[in-house]
């Protein structure tokens, strides 16, 4: 599939014509005044040099989960003219230099533009790529000393260092938000702390278990306090495939036997995401019989949490993370199923390090197949170069941007 980006035809210089004035009315006759010129016309725009393509790159292994959905209806492929006219070119230039993967050359172009200082109204947004490369670069001295600056030019605190989070494989991936898969134990901590990381951000966050191969207590016990903390926050987590680890923990939990008590807990968190309330109460009385302990109550949990602005209200979530080069329309299937009967569908970016130019222009055609679908789509914490990225593709024209703050 071609795109034509950048495609620009040689701009002609206007004819300049001298225009006489002429002489005032009613006025006696005398010498003619000196022709005056026309004001010359302003230059064209330079034609930007051609980008060349991509270095084609293999694929990341992309770890899909898929749901089922009801067809849509497909719309033709986005057509994605000429960059923006808003675009300063300094943007557009470190924006594709990162897509291509030099953050060096990236770097040397920004540092540049700054210390030229003529940036104009695109100067916060040149400063904060400048920022992010020095995030992804590890390059923290230089980032406490250029906050400085900033604070000093734009009048307002100075940026704040965080240390980058780890560059996971490359991830594009509908509802379920997150899979749990082999043992869950104490290593399955960090994907557990995906979990939490959701579960603080949206409504309702979908947990596949079906992958989950075996367990213990210390596996069990992390995954049920973080259930309940998710609960006490009025947000849900809604479990797929929960049969499977259902199945594990009736295993290990036999009435009369007095142990696994954490797997009996996890077991009843479950039920109460899961079952009605004559299997929980059941499940709880044969706990109480076990362990001579009082069980959790059960608690009457709403479908959804009210939430006070409706534009707001989003329930399905995908996430982009890692670095996403060289993939295919198909691979971002799961992100065209999302919606369900919601009119938002939000997409977190916050783990999302870079993507190359041929990624971003699939993922703009997924995008449009969702605004055709009648869908509203928010990009949520975008990193400023690949928000730059978006930008320059003409994918703020159909869906909204949300850049990380500095």
Same mark, same amino acid.
């Given at each position: ?229 998710? $609960? &006490? ?8 495939? !929960?049969?499977? #680890?259902? %199945? =594990?923990?009736? /295993?290990?939990? +036999? ?97 999302? $390090? &870079? ?8 993922? !703009?055609?997924? #995008?449009? %197949? =969702?605004?055709? /679908?009648?869908? +509203? ?30």
């Amino acid at each position: 599939m071609a795109f034509s980006f950048f495609k620009r035809s040689d701009p002609k210089p206007a004819a300049k014509t001298p225009k006489q004035e002429a002489p005032p009315a009613k006025e006696k006759p005398r010498a003619s005044p000196s022709a005056q010129p026309a004001k010359a016309s302003a230059p064209a725009k330079p034609r930007q040099p051609d980008r060349g393509p991509t270095t084609e790159e293999e694929l990341m292994s992309l770890d899909f989960t898929s749901i089922s959905s009801s067809p849509r209806a497909v719309a033709p492929p986005v057509q994605v003219m000429e960059s923006s006219d808003t675009v300063h070119p300094v943007v557009e230039e470190v924006a594709m230099l990162h897509a291509n993967g030099d953050d060096k050359g990236a770097l040397a172009a920004v540092e540049s533009a700054i210390a030229g200082g003529e940036l104009g109204a695109a100067a916060e947004l040149v400063w904060g790529l400048l920022f992010d490369l020095y995030l992804q670069g590890g390059k923290r001295e230089a980032f406490e000393a250029r906050a400085i600056d900033y604070a000093m030019k734009f009048e307002r605190s100075a940026p704040t260092w965080r240390d980058p989070a780890p560059a996971d494989k490359a991830s594009v991936s509908g509802p379920p938000a997150l899979s749990l898969s082999g043992q869950l134990d104490a290593g399955a901590k960090k994907q557990l702390e995906q979990l939490v990381r959701m579960g603080l951000k949206v409504p309702v966050v979908r947990l596949d278990v079906g992958r989950v191969q075996g367990l213990d207590n210390v596996g069990c016990a992390l995954l049920a306090q973080i259930i309940q903390r998710i $609960r &006490r926050l009025k947000h849900r987590i809604s479990f797929v495939n !929960a049969d499977q #680890l259902l %199945k =594990l923990l009736e /295993g290990i939990t +036999k009435t009369g036997r007095r142990e696994n008590r954490e797997a009996w807990l996890l077991r009843l968190e479950m039920l109460q995401q899961t079952a009605t309330q004559e299997q929980f109460e059941n499940l709880a009385l044969d706990f109480a019989v076990t362990f001579e302990l009082s069980p959790p109550s059960w608690e009457n949990l709403p479908p959804a949490p009210a939430v006070a602005d409706p534009a707001q209200a989003v329930r399905e979530v995908a996430m982009l993370a890692g670095e996403i080069l060289s993939a295919k329309e198909a691979d971002f299937k799961p992100i065209e199923q999302l919606g369900g009967s919601d009119d938002m569908v939000a997409i977190d970016c916050s783990a999302l $390090r &870079r993507i190359d130019f041929v990624s971003a222009g699939m993922l !703009a055609n997924t #995008l449009n %197949k =969702l605004r055709s /679908g009648g869908k +509203k789509v928010r990009l949520v914490d975008v990193n400023n170069l690949v928000a730059a990225l978006f930008m320059l593709l003409g994918i703020g024209g159909y869906c909204e941007i949300l850049r990380k703050k500095l």
